[in-house]
T-cell receptor
Framework: RKEVEQDPGPFNVPEGATVAFNCTYS??????FFWYRQDCRKEPKLLMS???SGNEDGRFTAQLNRASQYISLLIRDSKLSDSATYLC????????FGAGTTVTVRA | DAGITQSPRHKVTETGTPVTLRCHQT?????MYWYRQDPGHGLRLIHY???????DKGEVSDGYSVSRSKTEDFLLTLESATSSQTSVYFC???????????????FGAGSRLTVL
């Protein structure tokens, strides 16, 4: 079983819509989590860090559910520029990356 | 953006040839990493370094070696490239190390390697 699993998508949504997707992790000892954004053929870039129950940054909200071992990312009022692959990362003694969820926002 | 550069950005080589990828940083971060990214897989750690001449293996280290003779440079070498090593390679740097809860990575632009 992979340590971090994500629905690969793609999630196709119209501009202005809300989109949410989850990431499950297997190691209950994971102490912190991250969401990275990766544009096509580019490097991953940090979107958000999550150290407790969740985090919010503008239109982006991450929620952590330790009991069920998943973390979600919600994007409100989607923009065309939000089209990307979102990588979930769980941190115990090492960083474990999910394979990513692709989001496509259409006009 | 953080000062981290990778070279070469693209390389095509033949099976059995040696290949070296270079990562250079200007941030003076202690920790440096090499990852590979393949479709359907998350980023997988090849090797990492926690200081000059201090390196350790990651989860997919077979067929790879690394060296760090200066804080700013971290080299990844494929001694004899194989087709299974065709991938996109990312270097990353961080101020915190493995196991630290605030271990945030900054990535280089990637090196796309094709082994024929």
């Amino acid at each position: 079983r992979k340590e971090v699993e994500q629905d690969p998508g793609p999630f196709n949504v119209p501009e202005g819509a809300t989109v949410a997707f989850n990431c499950t992790y297997s190691n209950s000892a994971s102490q912190s989590f991250f969401w990275y954004r990766q544009d096509c053929r580019k490097e991953p870039k940090l979107l958000m860090s999550v150290y407790s129950s969740g985090n919010e940054d503008g239109r982006f909200t991450a929620q952590l559910n330790r009991a069920s071992q998943y973390i979600s990312l919600l994007i409100r009022d989607s923009k065309l520029s939000d089209s990307a692959t979102y990588l979930c990362v769980a941190n115990d003694y090492k960083l474990s990356f999910g394979a990513g969820t692709t989001v496509t926002v259409r006009a | 953006d953080a000062g981290i550069t990778q070279s070469p950005r693209h390389k095509v080589t033949e099976t059995g040839t040696p290949v070296t990828l270079r990562c250079h940083q200007t941030e003076n971060h202690r920790y440096m990493y090499w990852y590979r990214q393949d479709p359907g897989h998350g980023l997988r750690l090849i090797h990492y370094s926690y200081g000059v001449k201090d390196t350790d293996k990651g989860e997919v280290s077979d067929g790879y070696s690394v060296s760090r003779s200066k804080t700013e440079d971290f080299l990844l070498t494929l001694e004899s490239a194989t087709s299974s090593q065709t991938s996109v390679y990312f270097c990353a740097i961080s101020e915190m190390g493995q196991g630290d809860g605030a271990n945030v990575l900054t990535f280089g632009a990637g090196s796309r390697l094709t082994v024929l």
